[in-house]
């Protein structure tokens, strides 16, 4: 009953989705593309925090990682989309298994201070870089290109037609998550985040695994730069700023961390919220924090986990 | 070329003394706290800015600024513990990390919205304005006067810590908290004291960094922060030594690295962050004072 009550969501969230896609303004698609595309960034960077339970604040590196190489490819060697974003990927999960290295010995503390000053490494190189990055300028004018299936070729330039390349991605992303979360190794991850000692001691490799949930979470964000720099057309060292590190984390906490659907519910909200709010101010960040804070202090089961509670307690009283 | 290389050492030396009067109080405050402070850089920050407009619209000495500014972060730095960190105090970890990571959002965009997001030229110091002759080149002497503040709050601090009634107490509450409260240490005002003291050293950075670093920018904060978590990772988290000897080795390394490879001048920090943590995880001199 319950598990049916999940998939009906799921189709009648896609539908939606689909519909958007074909009826709605500029506007309203590129909010919905927003969304999906920081949905993929939270639910990859979920697997890390909220499945393992390392707090990582350098996953804007992956991100941008993922962006540039887009970027660079389409630049110099091919505008097929789909090469651009395997590269993109590929370029992502190669730096999180470099820097996840260093960073998977130690857990907590040092884990959050390594991955931001790494994130800062990578930032301050796509700064220096000048003659391969464009500096602080960053790269933009980046066209997409048709997809092209050998005999099938589809144009993405108009938003109504990158935006089902997007769908697409969105729902891949939400079904690997899924199966992930299911899988062995999955449960394996729930298991050093409860308790690492005793998973070490039934002979998993607990810092192997850290660093497999690192470099699979850092792919999802290359996924998600690769598709925002697709949808922007630009990029510049700011993606892997560590303020833009703490997105990701926001919407998990804010959707609710141990639950699939938190990032999801975290990043329309976000989005949402941080579109209404600039309307009023430029300074996003501020309110950003103070929504931080309230969480922190309050509300730390996120909108998900507040929500299934509420249930939970009403379903008992009646 | 001798010249050069004497000068590159000297700038590197009077950079680490900026790191490590951040280092020095992100170090104690997790000694004796436990908490990873990440609003640290902001403390910095907000030294400078709030000793800068002191000088500006007070129009009081540079000296009484660098008291001025610092006791007005003392402030902040009870708030924030008293009202925020304590709260969290027994919640999981990240929580705590993302409490101050609150904090540095909220603390930057003020700022911004204080100061305005542009660079604030800084005025020069009534007394050590000038520059004198060392080894054929001209070295401000304000300069000096920080290689010489460093050295002496690292001093303080230790003379504090293992001589003093205070530093008993404080190594009490750091070692072992309930004993320390069994045997009647206030522990909850002590780790408000810790605190905001941490929060003085940071401060006490930022304003002293004023004439130093020429304009005030919003960033300055975040550039000292990640360098002083360089600076702990390879120092060893919780040892003071180990926090001023990476501040001065950090310093150098970004004087030498900026006067060689421009290009690369963070990188070959991380690069050693990155040898650290493969040789000597826990870092040089964790374990050796504390």
Known sequence: ?318 | MMESLVHVCLAGISAGMFIWLVASGLTLIFGVLRVLNFAHGSFYMLGAYLCYTCLKFLGIDFWLGVIVGPLAVCVVGYVMERYLLRQVYDLELPYQLLLTFAVVLIADELVKIIWGAGSIGSPTVPGLAGSVQIVGRNFPVYNIFIMVIGPLVALALWALLEKSWWGRIIRAAASDREMAAAIGVRVPSLYTGVFVFGAWLSALGGALAVPYVGLLTTGMGEAVIINAFVVVVIGGLGSLKGAFLGALFIGLLNSFGTRFIPALDMFLTFILMGVVLLWRPQGFFAGVDR
């Open chain 1, 1 to 318: 009953m319950k598990s049916n009550w999940k998939y009906i969501i799921v189709a009648l969230m896609l539908l939606v989705l689909i519909g958007i896609g074909y009826f709605s303004s500029r506007f309203v698609l590129y909010l919905a593309m927003k969304i999906m595309i920081l949905s993929i960034f939270a639910m990859g960077y979920n697997i890390l925090f909220g499945r393992t339970g390392l707090l990582s604040f350098g996953h804007a590196a992956f991100y941008a990682t993922g962006a540039y190489g887009v970027a660079l490819c389409s630049m110099h060697v091919h505008t097929h989309p789909l090469v651009g974003i395997m590269v993109g990927i590929a370029a992502a999960a190669f730096l999180a298994l470099i820097i996840g290295f260093f960073c998977v010995r130690h857990t907590e503390i040092y884990f959050a201070m390594l991955t931001l000053a790494f994130g800062m490494m990578v930032f301050s190189l796509m700064w220096n870089l000048r003659d391969i990055t464009g500096g602080d300028d960053g790269l933009s004018g980046i066209m997409r290109g048709s997809v092209s299936l050998g005999f099938l070729k589809i144009s993405i330039t108009k938003d109504s037609q990158f935006y089902f390349l997007v769908l697409f991605f969105f729902a891949l992303s939400m079904l690997l998550v899924h199966r992930i979360y299911q899988s062995p190794f999955g449960l394996v991850l729930a298991g050093i985040r409860e308790n690492h000692v005793r998973t070490e001691f039934a002979g998993l490799g607990v810092k192997r695994y850290r660093l497999a949930a690192f470099v699979v979470s850092g792919a999802f964000a290359g996924l998600a730069g690769a598709l925002g720099l697709l949808l922007e057309s630009n990029v510049t060292p700011f993606a892997a700023h560590w303020s833009h590190s703490a997105n990701p984390v926001l919407v998990s906490l804010m959707g609710g961390l141990q639950t699939f659907s938190g990032p999801i519910v975290g990043s329309i909200v976000f989005v949402l919220l941080r579109e209404f709010i600039e309307r009023f101010t430029h300074n996003w960040m501020l309110w950003f924090g103070v929504i931080l804070l309230a969480i922190i202090l309050g509300f730390r089961g996120g909108i998900v986990g507040s929500t299934t509670q509420l249930v939970k307690r009403l379903s008992k009283v009646s």
